[in-house]
């Protein structure tokens, strides 16, 4: 099991940034992946940025420049830097969490925290 707080989120202005954060606490000595998603109300989830456990990132289209995923170890804690931000990006924004264990993968999200981009 993992669980998952996310935190950030918030009220911006355009152009605006926020930075949101994911804490991780149970088994994540698997890690594989990590990532953050953003959700629309009805909509399908979609991938803002991803993070292998090696380090390898991959961006949608939509963040690349602007956004920027990273990890730090010590804190269990992936973050995700969100720069120049437009009012499109508002969504609820969602960290997923990949764990490998006895050669199944497992899934884990966060409960969200919701970005507004406004003026």
């Known amino acids: 099991q993992v669980q998952l707080v996310e935190s950030g989120g918030g009220l911006v202005q355009p152009g605006g940034s926020l930075r949101l954060s994911c804490v991780a606490s149970g088994n994540i000595f698997s890690t594989y992946a990590m990532g953050w998603y953003r959700q629309v109300s009805g909509n399908q989830r979609e991938l803002v940025a991803s993070?292998?456990?090696?380090?390898?990132?991959n961006y949608a289209d939509s963040a690349k420049g602007r956004f920027t995923i990273s990890r730090d170890n010590a804190k269990n804690t992936v973050y995700l830097q969100m720069n120049s931000l437009k009012p499109e990006d508002t969504a609820v924004y969602l960290c997923n969490w990949g764990i490998r264990v006895g050669g199944f993968e497992y899934s884990y999200w966060g409960q969200g925290t919701p970005v507004t981009v406004s003026s």
């Open positions: 993070m292998t456990g090696a380090g390898l990132t």
